[in-house]
């Protein structure tokens, strides 16, 4: 006689099913090919950072399956929480959730050394010619239109963000403050006194804890990331203090570095604080060289952020181009992987959000002095202003990307100029 086979009952399967393993614990990645997945990411995101994200997700996700689309977007919720450039954020998360502490690093070197690149050939060819008259021409008409491509971000921003008086007031006093108070330190009492603003005035309206999180933190034991790295944080810690070493490779790190950690919104708010720093505080380039190196820095992939290698540059060379971009990348990365394992908690205390709603509010204001002082660098003819409407109205009208309209505009500012 044939043995009977004993068949599960129903109720039993249907009661415990078995639970799915994440994507990045059923299929180990190894380091080379993080690597080459974000050197492609990082060579195809030309556009700013939210292409890079659009890039990465369907890299990471729809592709290749290494993580779920749900594991990124809490990646992307803690990126945009956290200060520094939110593409390289997210690209650190991604990398840590795959591999840890290496991982991490591999995939933020990777993904933004094509951008770096392209800026070390930019400040080779701008400082070499860039007082010929036919490249003077081609910033004239870029001038404007990086003025445009910054109030129109900020604009958008503004109709995302800004749900009340308040928050509008805010943006306003952070607008006035910066356009007549330029300068680090005012940028640093500006966002602090926004933050109390916030918690005193929003700290009721904080929305309710979203339940995603707590799925998030358990897929994220699930997966066995490790305790928030000490080491990082000491070393965050410890970077304010290069600004008293002698070595200007030192002071170019902790000028770039602080302001990394205090980049709450995206890389366009990146830009009053360079313009605050680098130009009014330490001098190390002229108003006119920062437009440029804006405009450069939107034709490159990745954030725009990557024109802090410009600046490092013309400081100190090649070395001088990496110790500000490590600077500008590194501190907010480190943050990003200190704080994995804290998603929950940063992401759902009402008073953390309170105090960001008023950050940000000031953020906007500080975004759109940022288009106000660029824009003070176009030539006072009436080409400039209609290249800045017709930029600001594709933006808004057509959303084009940036990396068409700048080299148009360059072209432009050649034939009229």
């Not at 500006?190 to 933190?217: H, T």
């Amino acid at each position: 006689m044939h043995a009977r086979v004993k068949r599960p009952e129903p109720a039993a399967a249907a009661a415990a099913p078995p639970e799915p393993l994440a994507p990045a614990a059923a299929a180990p990645v190894t380091l080379a090919a993080l690597c080459r997945i974000f050197l492609l990411v990082g060579c195809t995101s030309f556009g700013g950072f939210m292409v890079m994200i659009g890039v990465t997700q369907n890299a990471v996700v729809e592709r290749r399956k290494l993580l779920t689309a749900a594991e990124v977007l809490d990646g992307l919720t803690l990126a945009s929480v956290l200060p520094g450039p939110m593409a390289i954020n997210l690209v650190a998360y991604i990398g840590y959730r795959l591999r840890g502490a290496a991982g991490a690093a591999v995939c933020v070197l990777a993904a933004v050394a094509p951008a770096f690149l392209f800026m070390l050939a930019f400040s080779a060819v701008y400082f070499r010619w860039g007082h010929v008259a036919a490249l003077g021409q081609v910033f004239m008409g870029v001038v404007p239109a990086v003025a445009a491509i910054i109030l129109a971000a900020g604009w958008r921003m503004c109709r995302a963000s800004v749900s009340d008086w308040r928050e509008a007031a805010l943006a306003l006093a952070a607008l006035a403050l910066a356009l007549l108070l330029p300068g680090l330190r005012s940028t640093f009492l500006m966002l602090f006194v926004a933050a109390l603003v916030g918690w005193r005035c929003f700290g009721s309206d904080a929305a309710p804890v979203r339940r995603r999180a707590a799925g998030a933190a358990k897929a994220v034991a699930r997966a066995g990331a490790a305790p928030a790295p000490r080491r990082a944080l000491l070393l965050l810690a410890a970077l304010p203090l290069l600004g008293f070493a002698p070595g200007v490779l030192l002071k170019l790190l902790a000028a770039f570095a602080g302001m990394s950690l205090l980049m709450f919104g995206g890389g366009y708010v990146f830009i009053p604080m360079l313009q605050q720093t680098v130009v009014d505080g330490y001098g190390w380039v002229s108003r006119r060289e920062l437009v440029d190196a804006l405009a450069m820095g939107q034709l490159t992939p990745g954030p725009v952020a990557i024109s802090a290698a410009f600046i490092g540059y013309k400081v100190a060379g090649v070395a001088g181009a990496a110790a500000a971009a490590i600077g500008v990348f590194a501190p907010a990365a480190l943050l990003t992987v200190a704080c994995a394992r804290l998603l929950e908690r940063l992401r759902d205390s009402a008073n953390v959000k309170a105090a960001l709603r008023g950050v940000r509010a000031a953020v906007l204001g500080m975004v759109c002095a940022a288009a106000v002082v660029v824009g003070k660098a176009a030539a006072p003819q009436w080409v400039s202003l209609a290249l800045f409407a017709l930029t600001f109205g594709l933006l808004l009208r057509y959303k084009l990307e940036a990396v068409w309209i700048v080299p148009a505009a360059g072209l432009i500012g050649y034939v009229v100029f």
